[in-house]
């Protein structure tokens, strides 16, 4: 099976890195802010593990690069930007608004540029 254009492998630029920093920082935040959400320790650990799970599991299906399941652009933005903007949701509900600003500003302006150059 011939691999898809988007997915060979091709040295990683530095806007590259900044995207996969992004990533991570989305499932740190969700964690984060998870916890802070609740004031029952139950519900604390519950939110602190579903939130970036549940992002990690939809990362991985539909964007991750090796995924046999990967939407191509326009969609990929799309679903990537809605990801961003619940992660900077969440992180205001839990009464961090600039770290949610701050990160959804920084990746879907890191994504959108991506997009342009791949899709």
Do not use: H
């Amino acid at each position: 099976m011939t691999p898809r254009p988007e997915s060979r492998t091709t040295t990683p630029g530095p806007l590259d890195v900044v995207a996969f920093a992004c990533e991570m920082a989305m499932l740190v935040l969700l964690a984060i802010a998870g916890w802070r959400l609740f004031d029952a320790t139950p519900a604390k650990v519950i939110a602190l593990i579903v939130l970036p799970v549940a992002a990690g599991v939809v990362w991985g299906i539909w964007m991750a690069p090796t995924s046999t399941r990967r939407l191509a652009n326009p969609a990929r933005l799309l679903v990537q930007t809605v990801l961003f903007a619940t992660t900077a949701v969440i992180c205001v509900a839990a009464g961090m608004p600039w770290w949610g600003i701050g990160f959804a500003v920084v990746a879907i302006g890191v994504f959108g540029m991506l997009s342009r150059g791949r899709s």
